[in-house]
C-alpha cells in the first residue's frame, strides 16, 4: 500500500509513526486517567470529613486506607492526608490533591502511626489514625 | 479529497488531523467527566450536623434547659465551626451550610398529625427556643426543596429535616424541629 519501486515513502513513515505516537499517548493518558487516584482522592477527603464531622470530642478513629496506599506508593507518607484549618487535604498524585471542609471545632490530627522499622526507614501502619480532641 | 495528492500530501491532510483532534478530544471529555464526577454526600453532612445538635443538647430524651435560655451558644457548647456554618457570603462564595432548629410546645402543634405518626411538615406555631434561630444561608431552604424535585439541580443544596419528641425538666411535652442543609463542593 505505501510502497512505490523504492519501498515505503518517507511521508508515510511519518504519517505511521505520528499515528502510533499519538494512539500512544492516548492509551497513557486513559491508563493514568483510569487508575481511580482523583476517584480515591475525592472519597476519602470526603469520608475523613464526614468521619471528623459526627465523631465526638475524644475520639479515636482508625480508617483503613489500604487502597490509597496502593495508588500512592512509596513517597512520604505525611503529605497524603493533611489537616489545613478545618479541611481535610488528600493527595494521590493528581494536581495537588482535594479539600473538603469539616464543620466540627474540635481539634482534629490525622497521621500514620509508625509501627517500625526496616532497614532504617519507618514502617507505618495502613490505617490512618484520626484523633478528634477538644 | 484526497484522490488527486501524491505522496505524503495523500496521508498528512489537514483533515486528518482534524480527525485525531477529535478523537483526542472525546477521550479528554469522557475522562475529565468520570474523574469529575461528584459523589454526593450533601445531604448526609446535613444529617450529620444535625444528629450532632440533637446528642448535644437531648440527653435521655430530656433538652438541656441551657438551651432554652437566652445566650446559649450552640457553636461553643457542640464544638461546631462557628464561621463556617454562619457563613453567607454571595454568588461563588456563598455559604456552605445552614442550620435552623425551633423548639415547640406539643400541644401549640398539629397534635393529630403527631399521633398519626406523620414526622414530617408538621405544624406548629410560638417557638419557645430564644433567637437566633438560624443561621447560614437561608434560602436553602426553598433550594432544597427545588433540588428534591429536580434531580438535575446538582448546584443545590440538599437538606435534611427532623422533628423530635422531647421533656423539659417539668416534664413538658416538647417537639424540636431542626433543619441543615449543605452545599459544599470539593475543592482543588
Known sequence: ??????????????????????????????????????????????????????AKPDTTILLDMQNALKLYGNKDRREMVKIIGSGVKVTLGVSGGRVYNFFSSANVKAEF???????????????????VTK | MIANKKGGEKYLSIWWFFVLIVIAAGIVVAVIAFNGADVNIKEL????????????VVDNGYINEEFLKPGFDIFQNCYLNKELIIYQ????????????????????????????????????????????????????????????????????????????????????????????????????
Open chain 1, 113 to 131: 502511626m509508625q509501627i517500625g522499622e526496616e532497614n532504617g526507614k519507618p514502617v507505618y501502619s495502613k490505617y490512618l489514625t484520626i484523633d
Open chain 1, 1 to 54: 500500500m505505501f510502497k512505490n519501486k523504492r519501498g515505503l515513502l518517507p511521508e508515510e513513515i511519518i504519517f505511521l509513526l505520528l499515528n502510533l505516537v499519538f494512539f500512544v499517548v492516548m492509551l497513557l493518558f486513559i491508563i493514568n486517567s483510569t487508575n481511580g487516584k482523583a476517584v480515591y482522592e475525592q472519597a476519602y477527603a470526603k469520608q475523613i470529613a464526614l468521619l471528623i464531622d459526627e
Open chain 2, 89 to 188: 457570603g454571595e454568588g461563588k462564595n456563598r455559604g456552605d451550610y445552614y442550620l435552623a432548629y425551633e423548639v415547640y410546645e406539643l400541644d401549640k402543634c398539629n397534635n393529630d398529625d403527631f399521633r398519626l405518626g406523620k414526622t414530617t411538615n408538621l405544624e406548629c406555631e410560638n417557638p419557645i427556643n430564644p433567637e437566633p434561630r438560624s443561621f447560614g444561608v437561608a434560602n436553602f431552604v426553598n433550594e432544597c426543596k427545588l433540588s428534591k424535585v429536580m434531580k438535575e439541580a446538582r448546584e443545590y443544596p440538599l437538606c435534611s429535616e427532623r422533628y423530635i419528641y422531647v421533656l423539659d425538666k417539668d416534664n413538658r411535652k416538647l417537639i424540636f424541629h431542626l433543619i441543615a442543609g449543605s452545599n459544599q463542593k470539593i475543592k482543588s
Open chain 2, 45 to 56: 453532612e446535613a444529617d450529620i450536623l444535625i444528629t450532632r445538635v440533637v446528642d448535644c
